[in-house]
């Protein structure tokens, strides 16, 4: 089969044949019929070789939808059957542990140790004609919902989800909250800001276009990063700055506006992994702002999350891509050219 991967450390991700996966004990085969592309991808490839965790070369796609092609032995009695479209639930934990217990394989304590590994984060991934699912856990049925438009909600929608829920209580009517970044993740989490609560939503982008996607998923206003972008805040908050942050860049210049943005009794949650560290201290940001950095997103959440768009209530923007046009949807998305989340296709 077909396989988009990482091959070569600093080389560009390439196209090329490798052996069909057979799925062992235990495990579920698919036929993707959809893989998003992340930006993450594009930092793990930037990684130096030093610093690089997992085995080369790497299948690449950590959000991936498809059909049951195969139950491995054992497999039967979970309710799944062959032909079924499928979601993949992505940070796979141990499935023993306190927190996996809690449905929070995201943060399972034991992952590391245990050398697991998500699906294109070090297991082989989506981007590829079948992939192999460990655990049948890992998999929720999408029914008749769009694998396209689908498949970001496994990481585009479930990491904003996990981001937005614990800020629920400040979202109240009234409340303002700043999405910075309105890209892959960013729309997506305005929609469901726009799902879930009353608050003001206020986006942050670089570019125009950016700024119209965000103005076209239900941001009440659109404002350019720079560095006027914090004060321009203040102003649209009357000085008091916004009760929520959600930064999904996390350089060094988008946490600092996000920590001058911020309100007294506030969250900042920085999502983007671009290396930028916001320092917490008394006096440093306002009274009692909570700063966190989390990770993905539960089991439950991506339930939850999927029951959203089955209500219809996110339209994730798309551009579809060949498995042969993967690199060229990996450039498009590093020049910031990709408007919403781009797509591969790897039966088309
Ligand atoms: P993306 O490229 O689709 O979107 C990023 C957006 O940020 C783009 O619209 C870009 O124009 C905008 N941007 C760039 N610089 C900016 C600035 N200075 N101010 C405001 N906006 C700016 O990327 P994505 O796939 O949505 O991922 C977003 C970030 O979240 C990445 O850093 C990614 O690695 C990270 N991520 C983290 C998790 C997690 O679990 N913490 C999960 C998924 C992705
Ligand atoms: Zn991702
Ligand atoms: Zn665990």
Redesign the pocket.
Known sequence: MKAVQYREIGAAPEVVTVPDPEPGPGQVLLKVTAAGV???DI?VMSWPADQFPYPLPLTLGHEGVGTIAALGDGVSGSGLETGQSVAVYGPWGCGTCVKCAEGKENYCLRAAELGINPPGLGSPGAMAEYMIVDDPRHLVPIGDLDPVRTVPLT??GL?PYHAIKRSLPKLVPGATVVV???????HVAIQLLRALTSARVIA????EE?LALARTVGAHEAVL?DEYAADRIRELTGGTGAQVVLD????Q??VATAGAAAAIDSDVTI????GGALPVGFGVLPFNTTVT????GSRSELAEVLDLAHAGAVDVHVETYTLDEAPLAYER?HA?K?NG?AVILPQS
């Open positions: 992340c930006h993450s930092a990481d585009a990491t910075i970044g309105t890209g892959g993740l960013g942050l982008d670089v570019t950016k990063s999904f860049v996390g350089a210049p988008t999502v983007g992994i671009g950095a989390p990770y993905w998305l910031g990709i989340r």
